[in-house]
């Protein structure tokens, strides 16, 4: 179906183009998985996006009618969704996570981590206990995670690093957002390579871990995301292990790493079987996230700078 195909003359309302797009997703079976996980919430969404409008909106707002332009601008997303795959969040230019708004587009992954759990319960129990006074989101993308760090410890400094200018250039536009420029900074660096001699309490990162062979398999809607954010080598390890085998010098006594490595959690153990890797659970889903301390960290240098 092309867009002079779409059934405009007959959407009157909000809930019209939303029961239409779904049934239209649906149809061609669209893949989702960033931000929503069925066609009745990604063409809500589209819809409410494209209109400026939120999901706390009074549900009559839902018979309210929509202008002519506004049909225009409904039907070209919704087919720039459907024939270009195009992730939402990139059409919309907003992606939520850990209950916050964030602005987004291609040049930075759609923030989706299972680690916006974690934040949300304070990194509870390693944090509880002890001041968190300073933070750094590394391999930022978008900043998300860096951000909602910010607002789960108020008191800390907050660092998004990442290699990107172009994710940079987001994360900043990010940190004036949220009204944070006195607490949180974007700063160019690979992985630890562009830091100072700071130290954190908290490393928390959600790095590229994609393998060569991994990127080939995955859905249409990948390709439009930067391959920097996903791709790391041969065997996705490539970014990780050089966390690993630095992450020591950047923590503070009793600090904690935080990295999610998805579907590559089994290529880590087999790589290291003789780290003590604590995997972390989540109530809402999600699985690949691992943490390791500071003294962790620093009883198995050698054997990170020898991998």
Known sequence: ???????????????????????????????YGHGTDNALDEALELV????????????????????????????????????????LPYITGRAWFAGLEFEVDESVLVPRSPIAELILDGFHPWLSERPVNAVLDLCCGSGCIGIACAYAFPDALVD????????????????????????????RSDVFEGLDAERYDLVVSN??????????????EYAHEPSLGLEAGE???????????????????GGILVVEVGASADLLMARYPDVPFLWLD??????????LTAEQLADYQDLFEEA
Not at 54 to 63: G, R, V
Not at 236 to 251: C, E, K, P, T, W
Request: charged share 25%; hydrophobic share 40%; no cysteine.
């Open 48 to 87: 409410l996006a494209s209109l400026h409008l939120k999901h706390d909106l009074p549900e009559a707002f839902l018979d309210a009618r929509t202008t002519r332009e506004e049909d225009t601008l409904l039907a070209a997303n919704i087919e720039r969704r459907v024939q270009q795959r195009v992730p």
């Open 1 to 31: 179906m092309s867009l002079n195909e779409i059934p405009v003359s007959e959407l009157h309302t909000l809930r019209d183009w939303v029961r239409w797009a779904a049934s239209h997703f649906n149809r061609n079976q669209l893949f």
């Open 160 to 187: 998004l690093a990442d290699v990107s200018p172009l994710a940079l250039d987001v994360a900043g536009r990010n940190i004036e957002k949220h009204g944070l420029d006195d607490r949180v900074r974007a700063i």
């Open 235 to 253: 065997d996705g390890m490539s970014v990780v292990s050089r966390i690993l085998a630095d992450a020591h010098d950047f923590l503070t006594p």
């Open 207 to 220: 790095p590229p871990y994609v393998s060569t062979e991994e990127m080939l398999s995955l859905p249409q």
């Open 282 to 291: 989540f109530e809402h889903g999600g699985d690949g996230v691992f943490l």
